[in-house]
């Protein structure tokens, strides 16, 4: 039977390690941890695991730590989570399975809890954390594993909560500067640095930077569909809103199956619209028909997407569109179809119209 491996890296990480690993109980055969320079009870809390237990002394490359914590794993099969991650669903048969099937890279669904202007939000990504001994990582930060293997998707749902009300771009800006200076024309380390931008309300930081992805895109990448959705965003956040026609234009057929595409293009119609009402009033069809082609969607597997942007951010959208072109009724109706998925900012809109 194949030998299944925890492999982490972990620094301070008191406060959520145990529900990681208590997640992990059962399913995995040996836990290794290599640690950076823990100065709370991490250690001591793993150790209780029956972790083996490495020091590591930070070179500010997570490629190189994680490639460091999987030699001393001794499994057939490595496992990769954050301390900050957890198994959230039952998936030892999924994992085994893919196990016996050999030969490939798993890749698991992460539900990212994240803050958004109306309050929690969820997105969903898929990443490859479960593969055979001998593969390995590159880069400095957002390493990518290193193999020609096929990756298939698992049945493994993973949360994560490490950026929600948390920053981490103190440590990752500086460290996604250094792969910008190094390939200053690697459109992945702009997209990167620009969500980092984003987080601490940097937007022309943000903008600048999502536009140099843009245009260093090959369009294969996985990370395009989020690339180009990001990069309107970043037009609406700057204020910079130029090139968002030209740009949905020429996504619109690529993406025409993305529900954050049809939600974000939305999004920008009004933004627009406010800029020079004159000028871009013939647009104002768009904007319904942008949320109700996310509904015709529905919520996807088949992308990297925030959660709620086939269904009840869509309805919601909606409503406020009908509310602020005058028919309430509509917007009310639509209101309480996104409140069936207890989306709160669509209760209050309800209580405010139902008791005026």
């Given at each position: 039977?194949?030998?299944?491996?925890?492999?982490?890296?972990?620094?301070?990480?008191?406060?959520?390690?145990?529900?990681?690993?208590?997640?992990?109980?059962?399913?995995v055969?040996?836990?290794?941890?290599?640690?950076?320079g823990?100065?709370?009870?991490?250690?001591?809390i793993?150790r209780?695991?029956?972790?083996?237990?490495?020091?590591?002394?930070?070179?500010?490359?997570?490629?190189?730590?994680?490639?460091?914590?999987?030699?001393?794993?001794?499994?057939?099969?490595?496992?990769?989570?954050?301390?900050?991650?957890y198994?959230?669903?039952?998936?030892?048969?999924?994992?085994?399975?893919?196990?016996?099937r050999?030969n490939c890279?798993?890749?698991v669904?992460?539900?990212?809890?994240?803050?958004?202007?109306?309050?929690?939000?969820?997105?969903?990504?898929?990443?490859?954390?479960?593969?055979?001994?001998g593969?390995r990582?590159?880069?400095?930060?957002h390493?990518?594993?290193?193999?020609?293997?096929?990756?298939?998707?698992?049945?493994?749902?993973?949360?994560?909560?490490?950026?929600?009300?948390?920053?981490?771009?103190?440590?990752?800006?500086?460290?996604?500067?250094?792969?910008?200076?190094?390939?200053?024309?690697?459109?992945?380390?702009?997209?990167?640095?620009?969500?980092?931008?984003n987080?601490i309300?940097?937007?022309?930081?943000?903008?600048?930077h999502?536009?140099?992805?843009?245009?260093?895109?090959?369009k294969?990448?996985?990370?395009?569909?989020?690339?180009?959705?990001d990069?309107?965003?970043?037009?609406?956040?700057?204020?910079?809103?130029?090139?968002?026609?030209?740009?949905?234009?020429?996504?619109?057929?690529?993406?025409?199956?993305?529900?954050?595409?049809h939600?974000?293009?939305?999004?920008?119609?009004?933004?627009?619209?406010?800029?020079?009402?004159?000028?871009?009033?013939?647009?104002?069809?768009?904007?319904?028909?942008?949320?109700?082609?996310?509904?015709?969607?529905?919520e996807?597997?088949?992308?990297?997407?925030?959660?709620?942007?086939?269904?009840?951010?869509?309805?919601?959208?909606?409503?406020?569109?009908?509310?602020?072109?005058?028919?309430?009724?509509?917007?009310?109706?639509?209101?309480?179809?996104?409140?069936?998925?207890?989306?709160?900012?669509?209760?209050?809109?309800?209580?405010?119209?139902?008791?005026?």
């Open positions: 039977m194949n030998k299944l491996s925890l492999v982490m890296i972990v620094k301070n990480e008191e406060a959520v390690i145990k529900r990681c690993l208590d997640s992990v109980k059962g399913m055969d040996e836990i290794v941890i290599v640690d950076t823990s100065t709370d009870q991490t250690i001591e793993a209780a695991y029956g972790a083996s237990i490495h020091h590591y002394t930070w070179n500010h490359h997570f490629g190189d730590a994680r490639n460091y914590a999987l030699q001393h794993s001794t499994g057939d099969w490595n496992l990769v989570l954050d301390a900050d991650e198994i959230a669903n039952d998936c030892t048969k999924a994992i085994r399975e893919l196990m016996e050999g890279i798993g890749r669904k992460r539900i990212d809890k994240f803050k958004d202007k109306e309050g929690v939000a969820y997105a969903q990504c898929y990443i490859s954390r479960l593969f055979p001994a593969v990582y590159e880069g400095r930060i390493e990518q594993v290193v193999s020609d293997l096929p990756r298939v998707r698992l049945g493994v749902e993973v949360g994560h909560d490490g950026y929600y009300e948390a920053s981490r771009s103190d440590r990752n800006i500086p460290l996604l500067q250094m792969e910008i200076d190094a390939q200053q024309n690697n459109p992945y380390y702009h997209y990167q640095i620009a969500k980092e931008y987080g309300e940097n937007f022309e930081q943000a903008h600048f999502l536009k140099k992805a843009y245009n260093g895109l090959t294969k990448e996985m990370y395009y569909s989020n690339t180009v959705v990069y309107l965003y970043a037009m609406i956040s700057s204020k910079q809103l130029d090139e968002g026609l030209a740009v949905i234009q020429s996504e619109a057929a690529r993406l025409h199956d993305f529900p954050d595409f939600f974000v293009s939305g999004q920008y119609y009004l933004e627009l619209i406010l800029s020079d009402t004159a000028k871009y009033v013939h647009l104002l069809p768009r904007i319904e028909q942008s949320y109700l082609k996310c509904l015709e969607l529905g996807t597997d088949r992308y990297d997407s925030v959660i709620g942007t086939g269904s009840f951010s869509a309805l919601h959208n909606l409503g406020v569109y009908h509310e602020v072109t005058g028919n309430t009724q509509q917007a009310v109706a639509y209101y309480r179809e996104a409140a069936s998925y207890g989306y709160a900012p669509s209760e209050r809109r309800i209580a405010a119209l139902t008791n005026m």
